[in-house]
């Protein structure tokens, strides 16, 4: 495994829930969310370049039949914009059933629905963080859909 931060976003329509991994890649810890719109690219591009992430990953929002629907094409399109703005590796990983997950571990630490609303992105991206490294730590290799972008040299079309 490479050592390195990894980086976690999890797309939403309000806010991006956004996690870091410790250089060894070992544990996923939360960061500031980041409100979504104008501007959220760049701060993402900022945190990579804080961190010096040498990964970054997309949680994809796939239904349970692992079929795809409008907030996956919206994710995939956000990834798409990223990748296109930076030289680190961004990639779509499946984050069926996390932000439910991060909404029963904040409920089970005594926060109600309404006191996590402002955390559960990045508690979400915590999670899909998460499964990567240990992902990675079994296998080697990272895991997720590799994004392309649509230019080749950042800025020249292929």
Known sequence: MRPGVRIA??????????????????????????????????AICAVISEWEAVDLYVGLPLHLSGTEGEAAAGARAWALSLAERTEVPVRL?????STVQAQRGL????????QS????????????????LDQEQR????????????????????
Do not use: N
Not at 93 to 97: H, V
Not at 117 to 132: E, G, Y
Not at 139 to 158: C, D, H, I, N
């Open 117 to 132: 609303r402002s955390v559960i992105d990045s508690a979400s991206a915590v999670i899909v963080l998460q499964s990567v």
């Open 93 to 97: 990983i499946d984050e069926r059933l």
């Open 9 to 42: 976003c999890d797309v939403g329509s309000v806010r991006i829930g956004v996690a870091r991994s410790d250089a060894l890649g070992m544990l996923a810890v939360p960061l500031d969310a980041v409100r979504a719109g104008d501007g959220d690219l760049d």
């Open 139 to 158: 296998t080697g290799l990272p895991p997720g859909e590799v994004v392309a972008p649509a230019f080749g040299e950042r800025g020249e079309q292929s």
């Open 107 to 114: 409920h089970a630490s005594g926060r109600s629905t309404r």
